[in-house]
Structures are given as C-alpha cells and as structure tokens.
C-alpha cells in the first residue's frame, strides 16, 4: 500500500451504534488530520494530530472520538452518531504540521463515506 | 472570519473547450492558496500552489493565477478532455502558524466528447 489509506470505504451504522475509522499512512510523516465532507458544506477540519499528540479540536462533538496510537495510525471512534453526521470523511497526512514558514503538501485518503440511519 | 466562495458550482463544456473557474476568498491576509482535484470516490490531489507573492503558476494544461489584494484566484484549463472531469476545490491558508486550510464548496465539472 502506499499513500494514505482509509477503511472502510462505506460504512452505514445506526444512531445507537459504535464503530471505526480507521486511517494509515505509508509516507513517514508526522501530522495527520481528521476532515468532514458534506454535501452542502465546505470541507471542514476536525482533528489534527502532530506526533500523536492531539493540536488542534475544532468543536466537534464528543459523539467523534480521536485517537492517534503512532504516527502512521489515525482513528475516528463514532457513537451515537445523527443522521446530519452522515458525510465523506476524509483523514490526510503532512510531513509536519504547518509552523508559518515552510509550505506544507497534504495527502489525502480517498475517504469513508458514512450513513447515519 | 475566512470564507471561500467557488463559482459557478458546477460547469458542463465539450471537449477542447478553454475554461476558467473562480475562486474568491474575503480575508486578503493569506499565506497560500491552493487548488485540488477530487474524484468520485477519491480523495483530494493537489494541483498547484501558490505562494503569497506570486502571480501565477503553471502546470501543464492548467494555470492558477492569484490577485491577493482583490481576494480572488482563478484556474484556467485549457483544451479541456473528458479526465478533466472532476470537483475542482480551491483552498486557502491563512498568516498564523497552525492555521487550517479553509476550503470552498468546490466547481464540478463534466466534460464530455
């Protein structure tokens, strides 16, 4: 496998349920991040993680659940997710998080489309 | 507040045609901006970027020029084919270290032969 790589690529789940996203990357960098794609709305960062430590939480609900084991991993936990939860989320990768003086490249998986019944 | 405005939405050409789409953003104070390619299914792929103090950047079939004092950017693709068609996003990020990327809506284009 190379790039990032995200599974699964469908996921549907009632509103009572718990599941995951999970994200790998294959590219030795040290940022990833959790993005939201829905249909009438501009993507929309959620979680960015630098060296597995979490730096940034855009005000997403507690319902979406972060967690970065190792710099090649990213997972989104999901529970009692809502129907306006359903979206393509897409999880995407840097050499490192952006410090303002240097231009960063982002990577992106091709994204786990969700349906929340 | 950045927002990022995307006209038109969507855009339908025959093949060979030469096309613009637009991309507008209302805070001037930006460090870069982007466009990327997305596929259906697929995730985003960066086209070109452009830094802050340049005018335009080039990469084969397609042109990105930025005016950062009017707030706007635009990308040119010419002698359009049916690969082309995708959603065009355009994304910017501001000054500050950290600061995320903020995307438009994004243009999809179909061209068809």
């Known amino acids: 496998e190379t790039g990032v790589t995200q599974t699964p690529r469908h996921l549907v789940m009632g509103m009572t349920n718990k599941k995951s996203l999970k994200c790998e990357q294959h590219l030795g960098h040290n940022a990833m991040y959790w993005y939201k794609q829905s249909a009438k709305k501009p993507l929309e960062l959620m979680f960015v993680?630098?060296?597995?430590?979490?730096?940034e939480n855009n005000s997403v609900p507690s319902r979406f659940s972060p967690e970065c084991p190792n710099s090649s991993h990213l997972f989104l936990h999901l529970h009692t997710l809502q129907p306006e939860d359903s979206a393509l989320y897409l999880c995407a990768s840097s050499q490192d998080i952006w410090a303002g003086t240097s231009t960063d490249t982002q990577y992106f998986g091709p994204g786990t489309r969700l349906t929340v019944l | 507040k950045q927002e990022v405005t995307q006209i038109p939405a969507a855009l339908s050409v025959p093949e060979g045609e030469n096309l613009v789409l637009n991309c507008s953003f209302t805070?001037?104070?930006?460090?870069?901006l982007q466009w990327f390619r997305q596929d259906p299914g697929k995730g985003l792929t960066s086209l070109l970027l452009i830094q802050s103090s340049q005018r335009e950047q080039t990469s084969g079939r397609l042109n990105a020029s930025l005016d950062k004092s009017s707030g706007r950017s635009t990308l040119y693709i010419a002698a359009s084919q049916p690969g082309d068609s995708a959603t065009y996003l355009c994304a910017v990020r501001g000054n500050q270290a950290g600061t995320a990327l903020i995307f438009g809506k994004g243009t999809t284009l179909s061209v068809s032969s």
């Open positions: 805070d001037s104070a930006i460090y870069n």
């Open positions: 993680y630098s060296l597995e430590e979490r730096v």
